[in-house]
């Protein structure tokens, strides 16, 4: 086999024994990588009555058959394991020297199961593997203990690890590393706060088995060279995600004041042109040439990485418009290993619900202070407040009840990303079918919206939908290359079965690896039905009420909201296109058609499967 490398490595916590597995080849091919090895490996192993924090859950590292070369925005791995936050599939795609060395280090994945006894730290250097005592790290914020382990093991190695929000399995905890990188908004970080596990530290040296080795550095070299070429590339570099303020600004699409709004007054304050009066530099994941994590100084004086997420979760979401303080609440949140945008929606919702007198506490709009304090309360679950909000806003919001569930701002359990839809229904349609919940990763297809004639909801809007999942959720995620060549600055897609030609010694096209994403898809579908079984309906589907039910009061949109009826069929066309029932369940057709026959087996054992 060329490419993949054809090995796991599973580690049990609870026994101390690692062990290399092999796979083979046509699981290699149906899969691809990342996502998809870790949706097939958590469907094939887990119990759908697992509990996400016990010791049965796994946490499965997975990189791509791309991955640890010198290609365009490469140094990636997928993050998975049954979530926490809500209970279904969940995962993150974190940029980490731990995707490059993992693969050097002869594996594909890791797979952690168990739970250590106590604090511990997974050290793989090659086929070694050791279980490193973690008690001095355990506690420690996650620069800090990063800091301490680069220094034991290197500057090469490749290090992801928890701070104390996923030592205190805060439900959207991540798992970090170098200091701005965080993936796994699910709760990945309280899954590995559960096992124990600290950090994982791995050293690879093996050459990686291409099948054109000198096919594959020549087109790494000509594929970071059209990258540098791009037109969109000076800009990015100044910006990177932030340009997006902005555009979502002049487009009523700014999450403003728990989503209430789609613009905010102080926009300009937190925007990409700010920014740059802050910025000190850029830093990004290995393997890139269009680094994008804009580094500023925040009112601490200490460093912060600005993503457009980060500022609109922590900035207009929650009434802030002073950019150092939002980097400064960004800066701890990375620190105490938490995601920014459930943070920011959380605090959001907190502050509402202290506006409307739900909640005994104080909190207000846009106070950085009360803010601070509130989200180190989170971080440690100290205090009533603290401990509920660690929960993330679905739970609160049912604990909270007098009709705070309308403006819950999540899907599935998953807080809503960083875009308000009140005047999008294909986002909507996108937030309301992605395969984690409402995260934008799967198909951000707003700007083509935008452009397009936003209030239509049309057979056209569903296939653009369907078009940009199979690609980045499917397709993307399983070789778990970055995205934004191809988003942001039009690298080709054609590029992509070029590379793994090259890496792999298989002709493939995109209609094929279309089919891959779907058959991605349509398991992690299986995974969830599975896992709520009779309670499962479409309205899992369905985005928040406040959207339908409230319409915005400020900008040149003012006014609009969704149609509960249209948002509706839109969904129906896009089960059918799918090949889903009408209650968003993949047929028996459907499953066979991809080869997923386990997948019809145990839910038709389950549910009734239409045919
Ligand atoms: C991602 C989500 C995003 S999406 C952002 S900003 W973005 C937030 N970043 C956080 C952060 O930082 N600190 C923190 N404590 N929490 C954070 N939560 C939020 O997490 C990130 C980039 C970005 S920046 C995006 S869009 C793209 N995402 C990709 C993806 O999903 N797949 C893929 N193949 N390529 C991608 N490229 C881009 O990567 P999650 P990263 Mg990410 C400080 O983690 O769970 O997927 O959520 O990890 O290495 O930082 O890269 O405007
Ligand atoms: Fe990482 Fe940004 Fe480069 Fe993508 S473009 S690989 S997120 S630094």
């Known amino acids: 086999m060329y490419g993949w490398n054809g090995r796991f490595l ?13 796979y083979d080849l046509t699981m290699a091919k149906r899969f691809l990588g990342g996502r998809g090895f870790a949706v097939k490996i958590l469907w094939d192993e887990l119990d759908p009555r697992t509990d996400p924090l016990s010791p049965d859950n796994k946490l499965v590292f997975a990189a791509g058959p791309l991955t640890g070369w010198s290609l365009p925005s490469s140094g990636k791995l997928v993050v998975a394991a049954k979530s926490p936050l809500t209970g279904g599939y969940g995962d993150g795609n974190v940029g980490t020297h731990v995707a490059v060395q993992m693969r050097k280090a002869g594996y594909d994945a890791i797979i952690v199961e168990g739970k250590a006894e106590k604090p511990v730290i997974v050290l793989v250097q090659d086929k070694l593997v050791d279980f490193v005592d973690a008690g001095n790290l355990w506690g420690l914020d996650s620069f800090t203990a990063e800091k301490r ?15 104390p929000a996923g030592e205190n399995m805060v439900s959207y905890a991540t798992i970090v590393c170098q200091e701005g990188r965080s993936g796994g908004r699910p709760g990945m970080g309280a899954v590995m706060g559960s096992k124990n596990l600290k950090a994982i530290v791995v050293v690879g040296t093996r050459e990686l088995p291409a099948a054109y080795p000198k096919e594959m550095q020549e087109l790494g070299q000509d594929a970071y060279r059209e990258v540098l070429m791009k037109p969109s590339y000076a800009f990015w570099k ?29 926009a300009d304050a937190i925007g990409g042109f700010a920014m740059e009066k802050l910025k000190v530099g850029n830093r990004g994941c290995p393997m890139c040439n269009m680094t ?6 925040d009112s601490d004086r200490k460093q912060s990485e600005l993503d457009y997420e980060n500022v609109v979760m922590l900035g207009s979401n929650i009434g802030l418009g002073d950019l150092k303080q939002v980097a400064a609440l ?46 180190k309360d989170i971080a440690y679950r100290r205090g009533l407040l603290g401990n509920m909000l660690a929960d993330g806003v679905k739970s609160a919001s049912e604990k909270i009840g007098k009709g705070s569930e309308a403006w819950a701002m999540h899907v599935k359990g998953l807080e809503v990303s960083g875009y308000d839809c009140h005047t999008t229904p294909g986002m909507a349609l996108a937030y309301g079918t992605s395969s984690i919940g409402a995260h934008h990763k799967d198909a951000w297809v707003i700007s083509w919206e935008v452009k397009t004639g936003r209030e239509h909801y049309n057979a056209e809007k569903v296939d653009k939908v369907l078009e940009l999942q199979r690609i980045r959720a499917g397709v993307f995620e399983s070789l778990t290359v970055c995205r934004f060549p191809w988003v942001e600055v039009g690298f080709e897609l054609e590029w992509y079965p070029k590379f793994l030609r090259a890496a792999t010694g298989i002709e493939v096209n995109w209609d094929m690896l279309n089919v891959v994403g779907d058959r991605i898809f349509n398991l992690t579908r299986a995974f969830w039905v599975r896992h709520y079984n009779k309670d499962w309906t479409s309205q899992m589907d369905v985005p928040p009420a406040r959207w339908f039910d409230e319409p915005t009061k400020k900008g040149t949109l003012k006014g609009s909201r969704l149609d509960r009826e249209q948002y509706s069929e839109m ?17 028996k057709t459907t499953l066979r058609k991809l080869g997923l026959e386990d997948a019809e087996k145990q839910l038709g054992k389950r549910i009734k499967l239409a045919e």
């Open 10 to 22: 599973r580690v049990n916590l609870s026994n101390s024994n690692a062990q290399a597995e092999q």
């Open 292 to 297: 994008c994590g804009n580094i500023v100084k």
């Open 330 to 375: 960004n800066r701890i949140a990375d620190e105490l290993g938490m995601d920014t945008i459930s943070l920011g929606n959380v605090l959001g919702f907190a502050m509402e619900a202290s506006e409307k007198g739900l909640i005994d506490q104080h909190v207000p709009w846009g106070s950085f202070k009360n803010t601070k304090a509130l989200v």
């Open 238 to 266: 100044q910006q990177g995600t932030m340009m997006t303020v902005e555009w979502s600004q002049e487009n009523s699409v700014l999450p403003t004041l728990n989503y209430s709004e789609g613009v905010f007054d102080k």
């Open 149 to 163: 382990l680069r220094e034991l093991y290197g500057r090469a190695s490749g290090i992801l690890l928890i701070g």
């Open 571 to 587: 969904l129906q066309m896009y089960y059918r296109k799918r090949g889903w029932d009408d209650r968003g369940i993949p047929t």
